[in-house]
């Protein structure tokens, strides 16, 4: 997330005067932006990303100047991660701009807040002015009444009109959680968060991937990603970011290949980028198909009319009888080194007409057994079995991590 993210506005960077950009990874919160306020609060942790890391109750916050000239036309980004469940003494805000670098004594701006008292919490944007706090939009009540991980995306037009985003799966997938018209001129000076936590809440907020500045203008097609058999009667078809239930759910922009169309699709509930074919006919086991997408629209109406490729396999584990499989080679005594890697390992052969998953199969000795990877078996294959370590000396699909692989005795083992 954090690499897509950095890199899609590093490209706007140049062509937009961006005021803000932060994801963190030069380690520090000191520079490029210098961030203020009860720094000793705070980290940058393992993973890269800006956390609380206090041990007691308390209020905390950070904020940086804007320096944006107007609020029309801009957009702000970040990413909130709150692994708790909010209340009226545990919530997070997201000041979008504000009068006061002390972001707790502010008295006019704008700011998103992320928990509540009760279970009705909703990501929820709202207008501050002279010290009162009024809701302008929201998501659903009860969105995030557990915990949350979203990416949070604002939009203000040059009429005043307030568009509220999120991904609550962290990913760039935005859905339209509501809009206002607040044409109101609370400028402000200082972008920041502000934490009110007791003390078991102390170190349980994240930030990252943060975003001020003009308005991301989307110009590019939604993207194929990838096709998968969940079943002998659905495909899962995953894209880049969200798509048009117009065009996602029109069967007649899918071809499945050889030999078959789409009966009907339906874009997932809680994921506008990911859509659920039912094939016109049930897929066979084995079988290597083609799908292909053309006129899939994103949400702002840039469309992919050229086909769009993803092959997938179906493939379903048969029952295995004592014979179906056979070992056909050992290789003991690896040394001297004879065009194979120094290693050893335990050939199978897969001598029927059906499809085996090695997965939880074992191999052993008299002494000791390992536990198989998954990995197909196909009809006439071939894998190696080996220890887990050794599997990259081997081609790439020919080999078969085992754990706790045997030592095979060089002079004879059962």
């Not at 807040?113 to 002015?129: H, N, P, W």
């Not at 005043?160 to 809009?179: E, H, K, P, V």
């Not at 759910?249 to 809680?270: G, K, V």
């Not at 690896?334 to 997965?359: A, H």
């Amino acid at each position: 997330m954090k690499h897509y993210f950095l890199i899609q506005f590093l490209l706007f960077f140049g062509i937009s005067h961006s005021q803000i950009i932060d994801d963190f990874t030069d380690g520090d919160f000191t520079s490029n932006p210098v961030w203020n306020g009860t720094t000793a609060d705070y980290i940058i942790n393992s993973s890269i990303q800006l956390q609380l890391n206090n041990t007691i109750a308390a209020t905390s916050y950070l904020s940086t100047p804007h320096q944006l000239t107007t609020l029309n036309g801009k957009e702000w980004r970040i990413y909130v991660k709150q692994s708790f469940a909010g209340s009226g003494s545990n919530y997070g805000r997201v000041f979008l701009t504000a009068d006061n670098a002390d972001l707790s004594i502010a008295q006019n701006g704008y700011y998103l807040q992320f928990g509540e008292a009760s279970t009705i919490d909703a990501i929820r944007l709202f207008k501050l002015q002279s010290g009162v706090s009024t809701q302008l939009c929201a998501g659903a009540d009860g969105q995030i009444a557990n915990s949350l991980s979203a990416n949070v995306k604002v939009v203000r037009d040059d009429s005043g009109n307030w568009s509220l985003y999120a991904d609550l799966t962290g990913g760039q997938n935005f859905i339209l959680q509501g809009t206002a018209n607040e044409p109101s001129a609370l400028f402000g000076t200082q972008f920041g968060i502000l934490n009110n936590y007791t003390s078991s809440n102390a170190n349980k907020f994240y930030y990252d991937n943060i975003y001020v500045g003009d308005e991301i203008v989307d110009l590019s097609p939604p993207i194929l990603v990838s096709a998968t058999a969940i079943s002998a009667l659905q495909i899962d078809v995953l894209f880049n970011e969200a798509i048009t239930n117009l065009s996602g759910e029109n069967t007649n922009n899918y071809d499945i290949q050889p030999f078959q169309s789409a009966a009907s699709a339906a874009i997932d509930l809680i994921n506008p980028a990911l859509v659920h074919i039912i094939p016109l006919s049930p897929l066979q086991n084995g079988n290597t198909y083609t799908l292909l997408a053309s006129e899939i629209s994103d949400l702002v109406g840039n469309t992919a009319t050229n086909n769009q490729i993803a092959q997938f396999q179906y493939l379903v584990a048969d029952s295995v009888v004592i014979g179906d499989v056979l070992i056909s080679e050992f290789l003991p005594d690896p040394t001297p080194v004879i065009g194979l890697p120094e290693i050893e390992y335990v050939e199978i052969y897969n001598k029927s007409t059906k499809i085996f998953n090695l997965q939880g199969w074992k191999i052993g000795d008299a002494s000791s057994e390992g536990t198989i990877a998954a990995a197909w078996l196909l009809p006439g294959e071939y894998k190696i079995l080996t220890a887990t370590a050794n599997v990259p000396l081997f081609t790439l699909g020919s080999a078969v991590g085992t754990t706790s692989f045997p030592s095979l005795n060089n002079a004879g083992d059962d």
